[in-house]
Structures are given as C-alpha cells and as structure tokens.
C-alpha cells in the first residue's frame, strides 16, 4: 500500500522487489516491466518514463516531507541558489504532467520542482483505502505537504508556485497562508474564488449571510432535470468511483485517452462561456465530463468520445506512450488516493471550511496570475469564481490568460505559450537575487 514504508518504484529487476512489495504492487511491477515502462536513473541523472520524459529531467524521492516520503522531477537542478518554482498537478495527473514546460524554465534560470502530491504516483506515506482519516488531505495540511518539500530541498522561500487544476487551489491556499515562502502564484484551469466568510455584524443586526448551495443540494436539483444529471465531484466522492474508473471496460489506456481528450481542445464541442449563476439549469450546460448522465460512471460518460485512429495519430501534445504513462501508474497505486481531495477540499465538508474560516478575510496579497484554456470549461464550472478571483480575492492579479488551441490540460497541450507566460510573469515580478536558497 503507498501508505507503507516500501519501495514505490519500477526497475527491470521485478524479481528482487517481490519481498519488498504486495503482491497487488508485485503483479502491477511485472505487468508494466514487461511492457518496458521503466523508471529509472539514466547515465546523465535524468529519469526515463517510457522513453517519454526528456533529458535533463531528474527523478528522485525526498524523505521525511510531513509524513512522506515525495517523489519529485526537477529541472535546473544543477546550479544552486537558483530561484525555485513549484509545480503541483492536478487530477488525474502526476508530477510528469509538467514535463514539457520544465526544461524551459531551466533554461530560463530556475529551479523547477514537481512533486506526485499525497494521494498519486510514487509519492508514498499516504493511506490508500477509501475511509482514511480524512486530514491529511485537508488543505492545510497540503499546504504544509508543500512547505515541508520546498524546506527540505533548501529554500526559504520559491519564486513561485504554481498549480494546475486540484493544484490550483493547493498553490492559491499556500500563497494566502504563507506569503513569506511562496512569493507569487499562478492558478491554472481551476480559479481561486477565495476564503468563506464568516458572519460579520450579526449582534449590532446585520443579517446573516445565506448559506452557500452544497454539492448535495446542487445534485438533487440536477437530478430533476431530463435527462437526470449530477455532478461530477459528487460522483468522486463515491466507494464505486475509483473501481468504475480503474475498471472501466474500455481498458484503462482507452479510458485515460478518451478522458483526455474530451476535455481538450481537440474536442471541438467544448466552447465554454461564463455561467449566470450555480443552478440546474445553468450547469447542465456544461458537458457531461462535469455534469454527467445520471445513470452512468466515468469509464461510460468518456467512451463515446473516444478519439478516431487517425485524431490519435494527429494529437501530438500526448502520444500514446505518453497515455500509457498515466494508464501504468494508475494501474499501480488505482484512484482512490488521488480522490480523496475531492471529499475534503472541495464542495462543503464542514471541518474543511472550519479550517479554512481561520484566514475569512484574508487575501492573496502576493503577485498573481491565472492561465487557463479558451476551451477549458475548468474556468466556467463555478460561476463566479473568475470574478471573485479578480476583483476581490487577489489583490496584484497581473494577468487572466485563456490560451488558444488549448483546453483543461493547458500545459501539456501548449506548452510553449504557457512556458512564455510563467517566464515573462516571473522575471516580472520576481528578482532573481532576491530568492537565494
């Protein structure tokens, strides 16, 4: 299980692992060795991952880091006292996500670090079974998850972080509780709406505020309307998601290539557009991805939108040995781990937005930016947020980019537009000789 102290990784040699692994971990090493996934140092430092990760990149795993032990890739390792920027990915993603984006920000002059955050990949300390205690994956503690990393290798402080879908709020969270570390921010896909309020001037007779539409009261409309609908976090939140998804009859290469592309721009019937307000009838506006059919899982919900031979041949930004990276690995540690943030960190968990009422006021006061694809309905599904993030929750958002050509998965499908804009962000509000390790 990733949550045992054990080896999680892959070498040739599957035989001398079988003593350290489970046998479920055991099968899924042989599985993937035979079919020459390997990750591995290689004879410069940088890790292979199927032939596909480029050189230069470097795998290794950083222990004692809350509790964890963190697998990361870094690129600009070599020169210390080099600014840092932190990379967190989001679902279902990994550290290898950042891939395309992380040599260029070398070459830019930083240090670029991205980490499997707790729940994914080869990062292990976490639990695994689906009634954890629920804490470790609170925001919080993912915030200290983010400190403890970027501590561990050196630096008081990054020149940025930066977050990609459930990373997004991961890295908003760390720029508002620690603008000391984190000196500046880029949300991704998911944008940061801000810190719940808490009632204000009730005693002297202001009223109190309305309480926000919970994920289960949103369901339960959505469920009324014909064809029945429900939404999608709910769904992740269920026992049966992660079997649905690691299962799915498709073959979990076929499910993680048609999941991809339904939610990129290559589909041309994502055309997203702000939402009037977080009702029924507005949301199931939304394609099923996020608003799915009632009736069905994941695996279902993507396979009509599975792309043709010839889409998959033409789709350069993700090759199929890179969908085999994504299938392998989550074939090795399954969904259930990586789900776990949408149970705690997202929607209305009540000690969730406890903790996060100890910051109510408080902003995002640190240099900001938000990137996001112009067919990337990630920045639409919360009505509202966009706007909050802009006009009150970052006080110096410096810019609000939807890139074209790209949807949900903006830094692997243009990664030169999304590397031009971090760098030009950084270098503009971040002074190298000011962020030494």
């Known amino acids: 299980m990733p949550g045992e102290a054990k080896p999680n990784s892959v070498t040739e040699n599957t035989a001398s692992l079988a003593l350290d692994l489970s046998r479920r971990d055991f099968v899924a090493t042989a599985s993937v060795a035979a079919s020459g996934f390997a990750l591995a140092q290689g004879s410069t430092g940088a890790a292979t991952v199927n032939g596909t990760l480029p050189p230069g990149i470097r795998s290794r795993s950083i222990a ?3 509790g964890l032990t963190v697998h990361i890739l870094e690129a600009g390792y070599e020169s210390p006292g080099r600014p840092a920027v ?11 996500s950042w891939r395309k984006v992380m040599l260029p920000l070398a070459a830019a002059g930083y240090h670029a670090i991205a980490p499997d955050q707790r729940g994914y990949g080869r990062t292990t300390g976490w639990d695994d079974s689906y009634d954890p205690d629920p804490d470790p994956f609170r925001i919080l503690n993912m915030v200290r998850d983010a400190m403890g990393l970027v501590f561990a290798l050196g630096y008081r402080e990054v ?4 977050g990609h879908d459930a990373g997004s709020p991961v890295a908003a969270w760390s720029a508002l509780i620690r603008p000391d570390v984190f000196r500046s921010v880029t949300m991704m896909s998911s944008p940061f709406a801000g810190v719940p309020s808490l009632p204000f001037n009730t005693a002297n007779g202001a009223p109190p505020p309305r309480p926000a539409q919970t994920d289960d009261e949103l369901d339960a409309e959505l469920a009324k309307l014909g064809p029945p609908r429900k939404y999608y976090q709910n769904y992740q939140r269920t026992r049966g998601a ?14 993680f290539r048609a999941y991809y592309h339904y939610k990129s721009a290559d589909w041309k019937g994502n055309k997203p557009h702000p939402l009037k307000a977080r009702t029924a009838a507005e949301m199931a506006k939304i394609p099923t991805y996020y608003v799915m059919e009632r009736d069905k899982g994941m695996a279902a ?3 009509p939108f599975m792309p043709t031979a010839a889409e998959i041949a033409q789709c350069k930004w993700l090759t199929e040995a890179e969908v085999e990276v994504y299938a392998t690995e989550y074939a090795r540690t399954q969904f259930t781990g990586a789900l776990q943030g949408y149970r705690v960190r997202r929607g209305s968990d009540p000690k969730s937005i406890a903790e996060m009422h100890t910051f109510s006021g408080r902003t995002i006061d640190v240099p900001s ?3 996001g694809g112009k067919s990337d309905w990630g920045v639409y599904q919360t009505p509202g947020a966009a706007e909050s993030m802009q006009k009150t929750a970052c006080t110096r958002m410096v810019d609000f980019h939807l890139v074209d050509g790209s949807g949900h998965w903006v830094q692997q499908e243009q990664p030169e537009k999304v590397t031009e804009l971090l760098t030009k962000f950084l270098q503009d509000q971040s002074p190298r000789d000011g962020h030494k390790r």
């Open 64 to 66: 004692n880091v809350n």
């Open 86 to 96: 932190l990379l967190l990915h989001g679902f279902p993603e990994l550290a290898y």
């Open 159 to 162: 020149a940025a972080v930066v």
């Open 242 to 255: 992660n079997h649905d998804m690691l299962h799915a009859p498709q073959g979990l290469h076929a499910f």
């Open 301 to 303: 919900t993507v396979a």
């Open 369 to 371: 930016m938000f990137i």
